[in-house]
Nanobody, 122 residues
Framework: QVQLVESGGGSVQAGGSLRLSCAAS????????MGWFRQAPGKEREGVAA???????IYVHSVKGRFTISRDSAKHTQYLQMNSLKPEDTAMYYC????????????????WGQGTQVTVSS
């Protein structure tokens, strides 16, 4: 079974940076999509970024120019570099993966991590 484990969350001041990591195990192929989603209390889960097996990224508009998604397919690991963090970025961040789709729609992803909390103070 595929298992995803996130790390790198924490508390930072506005303008600070964090790098989230997600290690995947249980895959027999490197041809899959990996992505990051976030959910704040009282809000819907939102797609933040995704990257396909060719390394092509997509981002939600609110993080363009601030966040960068990358992957090391050989290690089955993805990263989210988060710069210029804002209080509105505060949320639980989830790593996700899928063998078929690569979108920012949570319903397209079959495999999920447990989440890592990101808190940005002003």
């Amino acid at each position: 079974q595929v298992q995803l484990v996130e790390s790198g969350g924490g508390s930072v001041q506005a303008g600070g940076s964090l790098r989230l990591s997600c290690a995947a195990s249980g895959y027999t192929t490197r041809r899959y999509c990996m992505g990051w989603f976030r959910q704040a209390p009282g809000k819907e889960r939102e797609g933040v970024a995704a990257i396909d097996s060719d390394g092509s990224p997509i981002y939600v508009h609110s993080v363009k120019g601030r966040f960068t998604i990358s992957r090391d397919s050989a290690k089955h690991t993805q990263y989210l570099q988060m710069n210029s963090l804002k209080p509105e970025d505060t949320a639980m961040y989830y790593c996700a993966a899928d063998l078929r789709f690569c979108t920012l729609a949570p319903g397209d992803f079959n495999y999920w991590g447990q989440g890592t909390q990101v808190t940005v103070s002003s």
